[in-house]
């Protein structure tokens, strides 16, 4: 074996393997199995085979990749080797079928005396075998993603790109056979040369486009946390998020799993193009690959979902996954997911992208957060957590508005605690909190979901009752003031000490035709009630 030679075929192998001609965040397409093929050709099989597999173990252990990814560049260093035997072989026996000997030098030496078309003939038949070879030897190792491959379209396309490439660099390296073999050597040596400055600078410019994206994505990131977010929520932020993540990662799907704090459930809230498999689906905190993702609180690639040792039966999906959790003081929000085929693994140059863009949307997202826990405060009453006075008002409004363009009821119903005065001068202020806390809640058992139930001030209640007439409302009316009646009590000194609701009816559009004045139709029913002898519905 010519050592001058391997030696400059390593070098030239290296550079190609670290330029490819796609964009860091794709799948990686360079001229590297063209161009073992040229050197089995020029060079023999032992100087090809050896250069392909020492090329891609330097390029496994010193280029930046992730730990898939250098497996990946170690298994298509054997791949290649042995697919360099396999064509020499192939060009060998061509050879010796016609007369020719078995020690040929080089394949090419072996079809020099042959005319230029012959030896583009047998070029092209090595360029076959070549990628035969590789391509058994690829299904050999992985038979699950031959299978997948061969049933699902979207693999079969993805794998299209590769196959394209080296059947463009194979036809430079035929065409080129058909020179003398001096000759040829004098053009494809350079020719190659030139392809891998290219790609060279095609890399850097890339790199380039690159850092400036994950810039310009950090920034649209950081305006949408401290802009104005009065009309945004969090399924528009997390929409943001994953579509500039989609921009700087390439991926088939991408997906938010939001955390639960109170039960350790991930669900996933939002997914570009669609959830997928993914729908419905529930992962709990620490179990899973989600699960161990948050547990973890750092980013983790999933070389291959089917063969990680943190699986589970209902882990749902196939593929390299890139799981990122999103952390804001210390506190998990929720966990990133961007999925890809198994033949196009995340590397770690993916996460140092996404670095600058995670921890901008998890602070949008807290702020988001922070924003409607205000908005929940300053719209709730402190003390048993119901709809304040101002609150009940928009609502109401709402509600009317709905009414009279739909030509529906409304009705609303005003309650008033009997003797809650001299309840809370007998027993104090502490026990007259509890027994409204307690009336509170029989209130809230007593109502619909469409209903909406609020402390209009004092130990004064409000209800509003959409799409419903007086008739229904008193009968409403008459439920709650019976629950109340049994149900409402404190204990003190084990004695049980009740209390009673009167209660003020009014319906639109028959009493009013506004809520303040629907409201005061109701306090007036209200007061006729107490005046009554209290514990009793009256309507207005």
């Known amino acids: 074996m010519d050592f001058g030679a391997?030696?400059?075929?390593?070098?030239?192998?290296?550079?190609?393997?670290?330029?490819?001609?796609?964009?860091?965040?794709?799948?990686?397409?360079?001229?590297?199995?063209p161009l073992v093929f040229g050197l089995l050709l020029w060079m023999g099989p032992v100087v090809a085979a050896v250069s392909a597999f020492v090329a891609c173990a330097l390029h496994a252990q010193w280029a930046l990749l992730g730990r898939s990814a250098r497996s990946v560049a170690r298994f298509q260093g054997v791949q290649l080797a042995l697919s360099a035997f396999a064509a020499g072989g192939a060009l060998t026996m061509l050879h010796s079928s016609f007369g020719g000997g078995w020690a040929a030098h080089t394949a090419l030496t072996a079809v020099n005396t042959v005319s230029p078309l012959g030896r583009m003939g047998a070029a092209a038949l090595g360029a076959i075998v070549f990628a035969g070879a590789a391509?058994?030897?690829?299904?050999?190792?992985?038979?699950?993603?031959?299978?997948?491959?061969?049933?699902?379209?979207?693999?079969?396309?993805?794998?299209?790109?590769?196959?394209?490439?080296?059947?463009?660099?194979?036809?430079a390296v035929v065409l080129l056979s058909a020179l003398p073999l001096s000759l040829g050597m004098a053009v494809g040596l350079p020719l190659a040369l030139l392809l891998t400055?290219?790609?060279?600078?095609?890399?850097?410019?890339?790199?380039?486009?690159?850092?400036?994206?994950?810039?310009?994505?950090?920034?649209?990131?950081?305006?949408?946390?401290?802009?104005?977010?009065?009309?945004?929520?969090?399924?528009?932020?997390?929409?943001?998020?994953?579509?500039?993540?989609?921009?700087?990662?390439?991926?088939?799907?991408t997906l938010f799993w939001t955390l639960d704090q109170d039960t350790g459930e991930l669900t996933p809230t939002a997914a570009l193009p669609t959830p997928g498999p993914f729908a419905n689906k529930v992962a709990l905190y620490g179990e899973g690959l989600i699960g161990h993702a948050a547990s973890r609180v750092r980013p983790r690639i999933v070389a291959d979902v089917a063969r990680d040792p943190h699986r589970i039966q209902?882990?749902?999906?196939?593929?390299?996954?890139?799981?990122?959790?999103?952390?804001?003081?210390?506190?998990?929000?929720?966990?990133a997911q961007w999925v890809r085929p198994i033949g196009q693994p995340f590397a770690d140059d993916d996460i140092a992208r996404l670095a600058s863009l995670v921890p901008q949307a998890a602070i949008a997202l807290e702020n988001v957060k922070i924003r409607d826990r205000m908005h929940e405060m300053a719209a709730t009453d402190g003390l048993t957590g119901l709809w304040n006075h101002r609150c009940m008002y928009d609502l109401l409004r709402e509600e009317m508005n709905r009414a009279t363009r739909y030509k529906r009821a409304l009705s609303v119903l005003m309650m008033d605690v009997d003797s809650f005065k001299s309840f809370n001068?007998?027993?104090?202020?502490?026990?007259?909190?509890?027994?409204?806390?307690?009336?509170?809640?029989?209130?809230g058992g007593s109502v619909r979901n469409v209903d909406h139930l609020g402390r209009y001030g004092g130990e004064e209640f409000l209800v509003i009752l959409p799409?419903?007439?007086?008739?229904?409302?008193?009968?409403?009316?008459?439920?709650?003031?019976?629950?109340?009646?049994e149900q409402a009590y404190v204990l003190i000194a084990g004695e049980q000490i009740h209390r009673t609701l009167s209660v003020g009816v009014a319906s639109y559009p028959e009493d009013a035709?506004?809520?303040?004045?629907?409201?005061?139709?109701?306090?007036?029913?209200?007061?006729?009630?107490?005046?009554?002898?209290?514990?009793?519905?009256?309507w207005a």
């Open 467 to 485: 799409e419903t007439g007086k008739d229904d409302a008193c009968r409403l009316a008459e439920r709650i003031r019976l629950a109340v009646e």
């Open 314 to 335: 209902s882990d749902p999906g196939s593929g390299t996954w890139l799981l990122y959790p999103l952390v804001v003081h210390g506190e998990l929000i929720g966990v």
């Open 197 to 253: 400055l290219a790609g060279r600078v095609a890399r850097l410019q890339a790199e380039v486009r690159s850092l400036r994206g994950q810039l310009r994505t950090a920034e649209e990131m950081g305006r949408a946390s401290v802009a104005d977010l009065a009309a945004t929520d969090v399924a528009v932020l997390l929409n943001r998020f994953l579509t500039l993540g989609q921009e700087l990662v390439a991926a088939e799907r």
């Open 135 to 171: 391509a058994l030897i690829a299904a050999g190792a992985n038979p699950e993603q031959l299978v997948q491959i061969l049933h699902d379209r979207s693999r079969r396309v993805a794998e299209y790109p590769t196959a394209q490439t080296f059947l463009l660099g194979s036809l």
């Open 425 to 443: 001068d007998t027993y104090g202020h502490p026990q007259g909190d509890q027994m409204l806390k307690s009336i509170a809640l029989i209130l």
């Open 6 to 33: 391997a030696f400059v075929a390593v070098c030239l192998l290296f550079l190609i393997r670290s330029s490819p001609l796609t964009p860091p965040r794709e799948k990686s397409l360079t001229f590297t199995a």
């Open 513 to 538: 035709l506004n809520p303040v004045e629907l409201v005061q139709r109701a306090d007036e029913a209200l007061y006729r009630a107490k005046r009554s002898g209290k514990n009793c519905v009256i």
